[in-house]
């Protein structure tokens, strides 16, 4: 019997689905996202921009073959020569003459030396662009978690309405069917009982609309997080910060703040970059050849040969190209602090906005927690007064009816001050999770 119970327990363990946590969810949710996984992608490649730039600062090898025919090829007569060679010549003997046809293999390795702090800069460009690629990373992480938690504090409203219409409902089976006793024997009028079915019928019609955005909802959950939002354990988090502690929050650490600031210090580096684009480049350079001919192209046989030196290059006039280039650095500098700028305000306004619609949210619950008394208060008082026929049955279905919506309006506007934190927490780029 203890095995049979034993092996139906963990039955019941295995099939039932196990509970995860809202962090849980969301950090699934980055696993399976293809909008953050390209997000990464970007990461990574900003990364390995960031090795080339650093790999340009060492020398390079390269392999190269060139041929090469000449019609005109270059010959040495006896008769060139302007003092007189040996009798033993006949005139016009070719003494000396170079191949029609010329081939070489080259190595070539170069090594940089100084290039005005191009390769320098090209460095720290990258190394911040692979820097803003994570803030933006982190951006998306954010934004994908506030969805995550908007669609699960949606359903669990939808839910919480759901029950109380189904409380309400089974109050009004209750009712209906006390009063299809009394009207059996005469004691209640058939519209106190037809208005009783109105009322459960009307409460049906709206939990049919309920059950269509709750399995909606859990679609959309599910779609984000691959998890039900059943599924999921959830526990209220305390307070919240203030406004002060928020905007300060948001200026000293969202993610697109910090990616707009990377842009400007690159923007800075690249003017520098343009200036030293103007100072001289230099490189050093080894050459291993082997050619036929070779160096001596009067000796026509394969030769192995090694060449090196130094290249120095710098330009010497383009019409101030270099003054139009960082203007338009500037430019786009100037562009870049209007929308620091605008992006500040825009979230200052709407952070603002949060916080008038929470300070709204609390007084309002406290306004609710009495009218739920009341209103309990009113429908018992209101049945009685209905079973004394001391008042209409309107007026009961009416105290029942305005007991329910105050039960509703109150679970709505537990779930809107979860939803505001989430959309707080978003918009001040804020991740719990991470």
Same mark, same amino acid.
């Given at each position: 019997?203890?095995?049979?119970?034993?092996?139906?327990?963990?039955?019941?363990?295995?099939? /039932?689905?196990?509970?995860?946590?809202?962090?849980?969810?969301?950090?699934?949710?980055?696993?399976?996202?293809?909008?953050?996984?390209?997000? /990464?992608?970007?990461?990574?490649?900003?990364?390995?921009?960031?090795?080339?730039?650093?790999?340009?600062?060492?020398?390079?090898?390269?392999?190269?073959?060139?041929?090469?025919?000449?019609?005109?090829?270059?010959?040495?007569?006896?008769?060139?020569?302007?003092?007189?060679?040996?009798?033993?010549?006949?005139?016009?003997?070719?003494?000396?003459?170079?191949?029609?046809? @010329?081939?070489?293999?080259?190595?070539?390795? #170069?090594?940089?030396?100084?290039?005005?702090?191009?390769?320098?800069?090209?460095?720290?460009?990258?190394?911040?662009?692979?820097?803003?690629?994570?803030?933006?990373?982190? /951006?998306?992480?954010?934004?994908?978690?506030?969805?995550?938690?908007?669609?699960?504090?949606?359903?669990?409203?939808?839910?919480?309405?759901?029950?109380?219409?189904?409380?309400?409902?089974?109050? +009004?089976?209750?009712?209906?069917?006390?009063?299809?006793? /009394?009207?059996?024997?005469? +004691?209640?009028?058939?519209?106190?009982?037809?208005?009783?079915?109105?009322?459960?019928?009307?409460?049906?019609?709206?939990?049919?609309?309920?059950?269509? +955005?709750?399995?909606?909802?859990?679609?959309?959950?599910?779609?984000?997080?691959?998890?039900?939002?059943?599924?999921?354990?959830?526990?209220?988090?305390?307070?919240?910060?203030?406004?002060?502690?928020?905007?300060?929050?948001?200026?000293? %650490?969202?993610?697109?703040?910090?990616?707009?600031?990377?842009? !400007?210090?690159?923007?800075?580096?690249?003017?520098?970059?343009?200036?030293?684009?103007?100072?001289? &480049?230099?490189?050093?350079?080894?050459?291993?050849?082997?050619?036929?001919?070779?160096?001596?192209?009067?000796?026509?046989?394969?030769?192995?040969?090694?060449?090196?030196?130094?290249?120095?290059?710098?330009?010497?006039?383009?019409?101030?190209?270099?003054?139009?280039?960082? @203007?338009?650095?500037?430019? !786009?500098?100037?562009?870049? &602090?209007?929308?620091?700028?605008?992006?500040?305000?825009?979230?200052?306004?709407?952070?603002?906005?949060?916080?008038?619609?929470?300070?709204?949210?609390?007084?309002?619950?406290?306004?609710?927690?009495?009218? #739920?008394?009341?209103?309990?208060?009113?429908?018992?008082?209101?049945?009685?007064?209905?079973?004394?026929?001391?008042?209409?049955?309107?007026?009961?279905?009416?105290?029942?009816?305005?007991?329910?919506?105050?039960?509703?309006?109150?679970?709505? +506007?537990?779930?809107?001050?979860?939803?505001?934190?989430?959309?707080?927490?978003?918009?001040? %780029?804020? %991740?719990?999770?991470?």
């Amino acid at each position: 019997m203890k095995k049979t119970l034993f092996v139906v327990l963990m039955a019941i363990v295995f099939v /039932l689905p196990a509970k995860v946590t809202l962090s849980q969810a969301v950090a699934n949710a980055w696993k399976i996202s293809p909008n953050l996984h390209s997000q /990464l992608l970007e990461e990574e490649a900003a990364a390995t921009a960031g090795l080339t730039a650093r790999r340009q600062k060492y020398f390079s090898a390269a392999f190269s073959a060139s041929y090469r025919y000449t019609s005109d090829k270059l010959e040495v007569k006896v008769s060139d020569f302007p003092f007189p060679v040996s009798a033993n010549i006949l005139p016009g003997t070719i003494v000396l003459s170079a191949p029609s046809n @010329n081939f070489d293999l080259k190595i070539s390795l #170069v090594q940089p030396i100084y290039s005005g702090g191009i390769l320098n800069n090209s460095v720290r460009m990258e190394a911040i662009r692979e820097a803003a690629a994570g803030d933006l990373t982190r /951006l998306k992480k954010i934004e994908l978690a506030g969805m995550v938690k908007n669609s699960f504090f949606n359903h669990r409203m939808f839910c919480k309405k759901r029950e109380s219409l189904n409380l309400l409902l089974a109050i +009004l089976k209750l009712h209906q069917d006390k009063l299809a006793n /009394l009207y059996r024997e005469e +004691l209640v009028k058939k519209s106190d009982l037809l208005e009783t079915r109105a009322k459960a019928d009307e409460i049906g019609l709206n939990l049919e609309d309920l059950e269509h +955005l709750i399995r909606s909802e859990a679609l959309n959950f599910s779609t984000l997080c691959g998890y039900e939002p059943q599924d999921v354990e959830y526990e209220a988090a305390a307070g919240g910060e203030s406004f002060a502690e928020a905007r300060e929050f948001f200026l000293a %650490g969202h993610p697109l703040l910090h990616s707009l600031d990377e842009k !400007a210090r690159i923007m800075q580096i690249q003017k520098k970059s343009i200036a030293g684009s103007y100072l001289p &480049q230099i490189s050093a350079f080894a050459e291993l050849h082997y050619g036929l001919p070779g160096q001596n192209f009067f000796v026509s046989q394969w030769t192995p040969y090694i060449m090196g030196g130094v290249s120095v290059s710098m330009p010497v006039f383009n019409w101030n190209k270099s003054g139009r280039d960082k @203007n338009l650095v500037d430019i !786009a500098a100037r562009k870049l &602090q209007n929308q620091r700028a605008d992006f500040i305000r825009e979230s200052e306004k709407s952070l603002r906005q949060f916080y008038f619609h929470k300070e709204s949210l609390e007084k309002k619950l406290a306004l609710l927690d009495r009218l #739920v008394a009341n209103a309990s208060e009113d429908a018992r008082l209101k049945e009685s007064l209905y079973e004394e026929k001391q008042i209409d049955h309107n007026d009961y279905l009416a105290a029942l009816t305005s007991q329910e919506r105050v039960l509703s309006n109150r679970e709505e +506007l537990l779930a809107q001050m979860e939803l505001l934190k989430v959309g707080i927490h978003t918009l001040i %780029g804020k %991740g719990e999770e991470e």
